[in-house]
């Protein structure tokens, strides 16, 4: 990786030059280009699926056209009828041919937003790693198959074993992050945020001593407004914002009261806690870590599995929104000075 690299713009740089070898360079241009193939797939579907709505709109309109004819009567009745069951049928084969492109270019439209997408995170992703100083991208070994998968099991069945397995481990990370704090904690910052108002609270009276004057300087804080003026006889709204200085009655509130409401909080919390299913946030911070890691690693062996499908020419693609790393067999190194 060039020196110079955090100095320049991300429009500036080529996301290949920002991989670490030539194995990388492979991986990513093969994503790429299957992006490439599945936007040339899905096209022509498309386009063929356009015209054959287009057929089948005409057919229609000039089928309801006769049928009015026929309405009118006249000489050409039997001539008519043979040629709206001509249309009928017509009319049935488009809309036969629709039915099955629709479905074809539903599937291939999707396979085009999966790749694209997996290759345009994987160019904005390179850009932002290019940009970041102290850091460098290094490849590492493939993970062998025989690591992944179980005797006799196909690549499809432990795809669908380690996507199973990286659902379980969002479930356990959502159940972690949202698991309540321990009340002890929080009771500690409310008094130390109790503290902090109540200091910023305390009213002065220097001047009276050191000045003679005969006057308390409460407290003020700053305050901001929305505003919002109607414009009579005109459809027309002003809006802005304003500022100004007021009495810090809650500040004062916790100088004068600071014990009672603490008492008063602690509480709450009491009332509202749940000590059982509480994480402290370092415990939750090192599960998440290693839940992380876990996902990588799961993600680094679906990638493995899905090369080799690909390589064999399966049609397999990459589950969405896998990681890039993972995609590109990649780690990020921090860079010692």
Known sequence: MNDDIGCKSCFQIDPIDLLPDEGARRRFEAIVDRAGHARSTWSPLDEEMRATRAELHRVETRRKQLILARTAGGPVVDKEAAQIR?????AAGFAEKLRCLIGREATA???????????????????????RSGVRLSSIPQIALSEILGRDEPISEALKRLRLRLGELEADAHRIRSAPFPSEAKKQDAAVLIARLAERGAPSILAMIDDNAREIKWPLILQEHDLTAVVLGADTRVVGRASGQV?????????????????????????????AAALAADEREKLLTQIEADKLMTERKEAALVQAAQAAGEPIEHRDGISVLAALQLELVTQTL
């Open 247 to 275: 009495p810090d009655v809650i500040g004062l509130l916790c100088w004068v009261l600071r014990d009672t409401l603490t008492e008063k909080v602690n509480e709450l919390i009491d009332t509202n806690s749940d000590d």
């Open 86 to 90: 001509d249309l009928d049928v017509q």
């Open 109 to 131: 439209a999707a396979r085009m937003r999966n790749c694209e997408s997996l290759a345009s995170r994987c160019r904005a992703f390179l850009a932002r790693s290019g940009l």
